[in-house]
């Protein structure tokens, strides 16, 4: 094997596909990446693969000699990120003395380095999935969902279901919908993108009770049905994968396209020529839309930059116990944060808002409401709630159609 490319693209393609070797691989070849030369298309491959997820994209080269390799992933990107931007020469032979093992040599105008590979052939094949059936989206709702609720999913392994999003699509009527949720059984996000029927190109923001209220069926197949037998589909896809799809799909435009199939245990996602493949989470995921109030005594409408800022300035004496209490001052119009660290000190901030439904004081998980803040976007967010111990509601006014719900914690005087 020989090819020819520039450093660039050969430090960002790999860098990618290297993000799915595991450090501690339990075959070895799993802590190499695949690296496949094709001669007739000038093409080169790079896969990484744990067993679970795989990561595969490809670029153009000058493929003088096409053939395949594996090569230690963390050795070979360290070596390349260092080089400068310059043609890269990658050419491998058998090894003399060892018939399995295999030399690279990878060389520049400035130096030469030589790896010890493994054959492809002992690299695992990916798992292939058999339907037809591929859902085509717009990267842009793809990336809108995945931004409102991935921090939401737990990292706790005893709660593997927990630890995915899970992905919902409907015929909601006229318009297509896909929902995403994630939860940690703490807080709770839920984003609902549209896609417009017209094209099915776009998507739009709709209020959440016009949705909920439209339950008939449309006998007029949507984009959805077209592309999949099942006009509806729910799945549970790990956040790790998901988050790596995300960097993929931070490099795309919002017009590209994002191409998904899945079975009864494998989902493949495609966005241009990067391909992220890996397995379903099982199991029942929770009915999360019963954990959600559908009426409120209290209301209240504030700056979410200003309410940011005022949090992470008292956050800095919440680092103990890492709890805020919001007082809401109802006739006032002021919502008071403050945090007590009886061995440090106190803080206390003030902002105004609009509240409606008489004062209260209620206290969060700084992170938890942290997190939910940060991913909402909108000038305004209205926070809708009823009691010190009953979940609370975030929602944007206007913009993208999410909903953060996150649990008080008891307030200990």
């Known amino acids: 094997m020989k090819l020819i490319c520039s450093q660039s693209d050969l430090s960002s393609y790999l860098s990618l596909a290297s993000r799915a070797v595991p450090s501690r691989p339990e075959r070895i070849v799993l802590g190499n990446v695949l690296v496949v030369a094709e001669e007739e298309t000038q093409t080169v491959s790079l896969t990484g693969f744990d067993g679970n997820l795989a990561i595969h994209t490809n670029f153009n080269a000058e493929v003088v000699e096409g053939g395949k390799i594996t090569l230690p992933a963390k050795l070979f990107n360290d070596i390349v990120s260092r080089l400068p931007e310059m043609e890269i020469t990658l050419a491998s032979a058998e090894y003399q003395t060892e018939a399995e093992s295999i030399l690279a040599t990878l060389s520049s105008a400035s130096g030469k380095f030589e790896l010890k590979g493994i054959d492809a052939t002992e690299f695992p094949e990916l798992p292939e999935i058999e339907t037809a059936e591929t859902i085509d989206l717009p990267v842009s709702a793809f990336s809108q969902g995945l931004g409102g609720c991935l921090f939401a999913a737990s990292t706790e392994l005893s709660k593997q279901i927990l630890t995915g999003v899970h992905l919902t699509a409907l015929a909601d009527g006229e318009y297509n919908s896909l929902e995403f949720a994630a939860t940690d059984s703490h807080r709770l996000a839920v984003v609902k993108t549209i896609l417009d029927e017209r094209d099915g190109r776009e998507t739009r923001a709709y209020p959440i009770e016009s949705l909920e209220d439209r339950e008939q069926d449309n006998e007029n197949p949507t984009p959805l049905e077209t592309a999949h037998k099942s006009a509806d589909f729910k799945l549970t896809i790990p956040a790790r994968a998901l988050r790596e799809l995300e960097r993929m799909l931070a490099g795309a435009k919002s017009e590209d396209r ?152 008891q307030i200990r005087n």
């Not at 999360?288 to 409408?301: A, D, E, G, H």
């Not at 209490?325 to 944060?337: I, M, N």
């Not at 976007?377 to 111990?389: F, G, S, T, V, Y």
């Open 258 to 409: 994002i191409q998904f199939r899945f079975d009864d245990t494998q989902i493949v996602f495609q966005v241009k020529n990067q391909r992220l493949t890996c397995l379903r989470l099982t199991g029942a995921y929770p009915a999360y839309q019963q954990l959600i109030p559908r009426s409120f005594i209290r209301q209240m409408t504030v700056e979410r930059k200003r309410l940011i800022s005022s949090l992470e300035l008292v956050a800095v004496l919440a680092q103990k116990n890492n709890i805020v209490k919001f007082s809401l001052d109802s006739e006032a119009g002021q919502l008071f944060l403050s945090v007590d660290a009886k061995d440090v000190g106190s803080a206390k901030e003030s902002l105004p808002a609009e509240i409606t439904g008489g004062s209260l004081d209620i206290a969060f998980n700084i992170k938890y409401l942290m997190d939910g803040l940060k991913a909402l976007p909108a000038e305004q967010i209205k926070m809708q709630l009823n009691e010190w111990n009953q979940p609370v509601i975030f929602t944007p006014l206007g913009g993208l159609q999410m909903t953060y719900l996150v649990m008080p914690v």
